[in-house]
């Protein structure tokens, strides 16, 4: 049962912008929090940002502190990461990920170590490219 799916990537030029969607098929306040991560082919996940469901508590990786920013809108169900002046060191495919459990927004939330025991429940992925 698909509970998570992203949305939103494609192919831009460098300097430009997208905005990713992270749609929970339920109720997105049955989560506590929800983080996005990137994966690059032959490199580790990287955790990028991640926000509260409830107070809407922030926490962003060095990578993505300046350009991108996390946010949700718990009516519609949705997480957003919208990404501005993108490079292409940014190309990768996009995962949205969350848990049922009352884990808190910070940064060890989002390490790679960390992440395969904490959250559970993650969408297919959403490709972004970024052309030089």
């Given amino acids: 049962q698909v509970q998570l799916v992203e949305s939103g990537g494609g192919l831009v030029q460098s300097g430009e912008s997208l905005r990713l969607s ?15 991560f990137r994966q690059v082919p032959g ?3 990287e955790g990028l940002s991640c926000i509260s469901i ?16 996390i946010s949700r809108d718990n009516t519609e169900n949705k997480v957003y990461l919208q ?4 490079k292409s060191d940014d190309t990768g495919v996009y995962y949205c990920a ?5 884990w808190p927004c910070n940064g060890i939330m989002i390490k ?9 429940i993650w969408g297919q992925g959403t490709q972004v490219t ?3």
């Fill in 54 to 69: 409830g107070d809407g508590t922030t926490y962003y990786a060095d990578s993505a502190k300046d350009r991108f920013t």
């Fill in 43 to 45: 490199k580790q996940r």
């Fill in 83 to 86: 990404m501005n002046s993108l």
């Fill in 98 to 102: 969350t848990d049922p459990r009352p």
């Fill in 130 to 132: 970024v052309s030089s």
């Fill in 112 to 120: 790679p170590d960390i992440v395969p025991m904490a959250l559970d």
């Fill in 22 to 36: 992270c749609t929970a098929a339920g109720p997105i306040t049955d989560y506590y929090v929800v983080g996005w």
